[in-house]
């Protein structure tokens, strides 16, 4: 079963401007992980939130956590057209479930 | 530092033949993972190994679906007999330890005609 809903399923933007993916999830975490699948480099780790954190950077990403309300989002910034991919976030309980991930399309 | 080796990179069988997934994982991570990921969708956790035992298999379809991974390093996953609905990427993953960040091979793309 997939617990994260990644929203939206489908995001179009242009070179330079911001991009922001949310995820819901339903059960207790340890922590909450992004990734990146595109064809060049498959899945690839982003970044890791744990419970107690709130919001974390890496580079021109923001990942923020609200336990309460069981969402996080991502947030990438001057997105370049490489961003071009679907990002899936995945919580980790007992094991590590994804969602179904966002296509991201970031055109020049 | 070497990634997650996986082979072979495609595959294509017949219904009701049987196949076999390779997997060398990184170096030194004990925590082993194969995930079955179906166009459109997320990769699906099918088992997990710790060292040499499992840790989750709860989703792995266990009439036709089998791994082991033996010595603690290389995995196996096996598919007897293939169905149609099992084509699909199978990625194998490693991590230091459970729940930490996990790298990804470049997957199998299996197709069941």
């Known amino acids: 079963s997939q617990q994260g809903e990644e929203d939206p399923q489908a995001l179009s933007i242009q070179e330079g401007e911001n991009a922001t993916m949310n995820c819901s999830y339903k059960?207790?975490?340890?922590?909450l992980q992004w990734y990146r699948q595109n064809s060049g480099r498959g899945l690839v780790h982003l970044i890791l939130?744990?419970?107690?954190?709130r919001e974390k950077h890496s580079g021109r990403l923001r990942v923020t956590l609200d336990t309460s309300k069981k969402s996080s989002s991502l947030l990438i910034t001057a997105s370049r057209a490489a961003d071009t991919a679907s990002y899936f976030c995945?919580?980790?309980?007992?094991?590590?479930?994804f969602g179904k991930g966002t296509t991201l399309s970031v055109s020049s | 530092e070497a990634g997650v080796a996986q082979s072979p990179r495609y595959k294509i069988i017949e219904k009701r033949q049987s196949v076999a997934f390779w997997c060398n994982p990184i170096?030194?991570?004990?925590?082993l993972y194969w995930y079955q990921q179906i166009l459109g969708q997320g990769p699906k956790l099918l088992i997990q190994?710790?060292?040499?035992?499992?840790?989750?298999d709860s989703q792995l379809p266990k009439d036709r679906f089998s791994a082991e991974r033996l010595k603690g390093v290389d995995s196996t996953l096996k598919i007897q007999p293939a169905k149609l609905e099992d084509s699909a990427v199978y990625l194998c993953?490693?991590?230091?330890?459970?729940?930490?960040?996990?790298?990804f091979g470049p997957g199998t793309r299996l197709t069941v005609l």
């Open positions: 993953a490693s991590s230091f330890s459970e729940n930490n960040e996990q790298f």
């Open positions: 059960t207790s975490i340890n922590n």
């Open positions: 939130i744990r419970s107690n954190e």
């Open positions: 995945a919580t980790a309980g007992t094991a590590l479930i």
């Open positions: 170096s030194g991570h004990a925590t």
């Open positions: 190994f710790q060292n040499n035992g499992v840790v989750d």
